[in-house]
């Protein structure tokens, strides 16, 4: 369900935003006067090094009520075992073909990040390298409790349920059919807006999120820029008993804080959590023959080290005309060196007809062989190819080139499906030499 989202956004992806809460509280001729407008603390938040070329540069000035250095000292925090970080050492990494059902909903009470659960992660949280891909699911608002991830960029995928992100730059509402990120250090709560959500949630260890390139597609599509959506200035002026967690090189802490640190009154800059809705997604795809690489539906990416190898691209399957002549239409057979981890926001998906349901996942890593279930594979191949659109679906992955190490708790719990890869033993060999072709 989505939920009227009447709150008042900046627009532009990656743009230089200002804003501000009260009649000129954002400083006009510098960043750090001598005295801030309404008794303010002017601080800085860096999202890239300094020195990170113009064009990758994000950082942010907040004009806050306090500076976030007023707080108590980090104790560490236990109360979420499943919630786990990269390098993941319980269990070798596997080749074998992975699937899993969704999370059944919580049954003691658990907010957004008590109810986080760790499905795999890859590359290393310490040298700002790879992902990990959770699961929330929550009953509750986190209340008095902030949150800040200090290993990586959040990327939120709503599945179910929507939700206020309060954030220190302001507010954003999602619901499933939309994304939010929010960068690497960003403290935020998250209230539930319907009695629980579930959803998945990918913290990026790498460089943060962006477009990716349209080459020779030109100055549109895809992704456009005008649809990210940032907060406007919000605060709170809130004091009492606050809890704040952050995650620190794969550990959790917890400081007491005498006020809420949603605290900024003003700031402008370019690093910023922001909201985007998938349906405005560009699909661009074949009107001529042959299945393209799904690299065509990249909604944003984390580059690593080597141009075009990405440590995340973030991949849509949404609703659209599928029209190819000539041409098995769902995925083909195959095997990639990048690792493959897939998630289903709603409908079915067209490889996968049975088993892969809303909430669930999959995971095929670096090389392992994957491709249509069976009864796809028949369908497939007799259908009549008259253009048809496919409606009321929206799977997506979550693709790296470092291979994912699933947790513990994904190889060992109820929810994976064990005999996932019976879904191809009905492939029956039809090969016949003599067949003219
Ligand atoms: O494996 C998958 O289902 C994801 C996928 C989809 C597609 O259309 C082409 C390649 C690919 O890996
Ligand atoms: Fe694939």
């Known amino acids: 369900m989505t939920l009227p989202d009447d709150l008042e956004y900046q627009t532009g992806f990656g743009n230089e935003h200002e804003t501000e809460a009260l009649p ?7 960043f750090s006067p001598q005295k801030v407008p309404y008794g303010l ?3 800085q938040f860096s999202s890239t090094a300094f020195t990170a070329p113009k064009h990758q540069n994000r950082r942010t000035w907040t004009y806050r009520i306090r500076p976030s250095a007023v707080q108590g000292d980090y104790q560490s925090w236990d109360h979420n075992p499943l919630l786990k970080t990269a390098p993941l050492r319980d269990l070798p990494p596997t080749p074998s073909q992975l699937r899993w059902g969704p999370l059944p909903a919580p049954e003691q ?6 109810g986080l659960t760790t499905i795999a992660a890859n590359g290393d949280a310490s040298t700002q390298i790879g992902t990990a891909i959770h699961l929330y699911a929550a009953n509750q608002s986190m209340e008095k409790r902030f949150f800040y991830n200090a290993d990586g960029e959040l990327l939120i995928v709503p599945q179910a349920g929507a939700l206020m992100i309060c954030t220190e730059l302001g507010r954003l509402q999602v619901s499933p059919g939309d994304i939010a990120v929010i960068p690497r250090g960003i403290k935020f709560r998250v209230d539930l807006l319907e009695e629980k959500a579930s959803g ?11 477009l990716p390139e349209r080459g020779p597609v030109g100055a ?17 002026e809130k004091e009492g008993e ?13 400081c007491e804080l005498n006020h809420s640190p949603l605290d900024v009154v003003a700031w402008v800059g370019t690093s910023a959590p922001y909201k985007y809705q998938l349906s405005r997604f560009n699909v661009i795809n074949t009107v001529s023959y042959d299945h393209p690489d799904p690299s065509i539906f990249t909604v944003l990416t984390s580059q690593s080290d080597t141009p075009g190898v990405a440590n995340l691209d973030f991949v849509i399957f949404p609703p659209r005309w599928m029209v190819a002549e000539n041409t098995f239409r769902p995925p083909w057979y195959h095997r990639n060196i990048m690792s493959e981890f897939m998630g289903l926001v709603h409908g079915v ?4 007809e049975k088993g892969f349901v809303p909430g669930g996942s999959s995971l095929h890593n670096c090389m392992s062989p994957h491709g249509p279930e069976a009864d796809v594979f028949k369908k497939a191949s007799e259908a009549d190819l008259k253009p048809v659109r496919y409606e009321n679906t929206l799977a997506f992955m979550f693709e790296s080139r470092y291979v994912y190490v699933p947790s513990k708790f994904a190889m060992e719990s109820d929810i994976r499906q064990k005999d996932y890869i019976k879904c191809w033993s009905g492939l ?10």
């Open 200 to 210: 998945y949630l990918c913290e990026n260890y790498g460089a943060p999120l962006t």
């Open 349 to 352: 998906y067209d490889a996968k």
């Open 24 to 30: 000129d509280a954002l400083p006009k001729a510098c």
């Open 41 to 43: 603390y002017a601080e």
């Open 109 to 114: 009470p658990a907010d957004f990040i008590s």
């Open 242 to 254: 606050f809890e704040l967690i952050c995650k620190f090189s794969g550990h959790l802490y917890a």
């Open 220 to 236: 549109n599509g895809f992704a456009n820029d005008r649809d990210f959506q940032y907060p406007v200035a919000w605060y709170e």
């Open 428 to 437: 029956q060999k039809h090969f016949d030499p003599n067949q003219k072709p």
